[in-house]
């Protein structure tokens, strides 16, 4: 659930790290759906609900708040915030009456984030795939970019939602960068990058 503490806004979960708690602003079930229509609308499929999306993955803030409110009556604006803001992983940027999504897009767009400065980045695949990434790099499959992780931790987690056992590439970003490949701070956690091709992956040594 989400709910809102007078003095340090919204947060997840029963009390806020202050002790109070709060005010309920959506169930677990709403924050569910809601969840699910906000990245669907702004990685998936805006045009299938009218939303013009600029090529930075940018949307008009109220015209989202429309689109949800179309589908679900007892929302808000404020629900969407709540739920923005309470986002541990950063999965949402606002700007002014902007709103887009920092990863996850399988909508063709071109995202401006600054570069990567971490040398070495991570990215977790099956035992199965290992052979063909390692001869034929990394590519994105349903997504427009691939993700990387910047810590070892981070890429186990994200691998883990796919394969019980997965095998860790190292990724040589300081070199790839420096031969022209770019590499995209989606967050402290992500960097996106077009295509890693393989001469700069190698399996990690346990
Ligand atoms: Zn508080």
Not at 8 to 18: I, L, V, Y
Not at 68 to 92: A, C, P, Q
Request: glycine share 8%; charged share 30%; hydrophobic share 35%.
């Amino acid at each position: 659930m989400i709910k809102k503490c007078e003095n340090h806004g919204f947060f997840r979960g029963e009390a806020c790290a202050c002790g109070e708690v709060g005010s309920l602003i959506l169930s677990d079930e709403q924050t569910e759906r809601l969840g699910r229509f906000i990245s669907g609308a702004l990685r998936h499929f805006p045009d299938d609900l009218g939303l013009a999306m600029n090529q930075h993955g940018w949307v008009d803030v109220d015209v989202l708040v429309d689109a949800m409110r179309t589908r679900y009556k007892w929302s808000n604006k404020e629900k969407l915030f709540s739920i923005i803001e309470s986002d541990v992983k950063g999965r949402y940027e606002v700007k002014g009456n902007k709103i887009r999504a920092r990863y996850g897009h399988s909508v063709d767009i071109d995202l401006d984030y600054p570069e990567n400065t971490i040398p070495e980045l991570y990215y977790g695949a099956s035992r199965e795939e290992v052979d063909i990434l390692l001869e034929k790099g990394i590519r994105p499959i349903k997504q427009r970019y691939v993700h990387l992780s910047t810590s070892v931790e981070k890429a186990t987690e994200v691998a883990k939602i796919h394969t019980d056992d997965p095998v860790l590439l190292v990724i040589n970003a300081g070199e790839a960068q420096n031969d022209g490949v770019s590499m995209l701070a989606a967050t402290e956690n992500i960097v996106l990058c077009e295509e890693i091709p393989a001469q700069y992956l190698r399996v990690m040594q346990d």
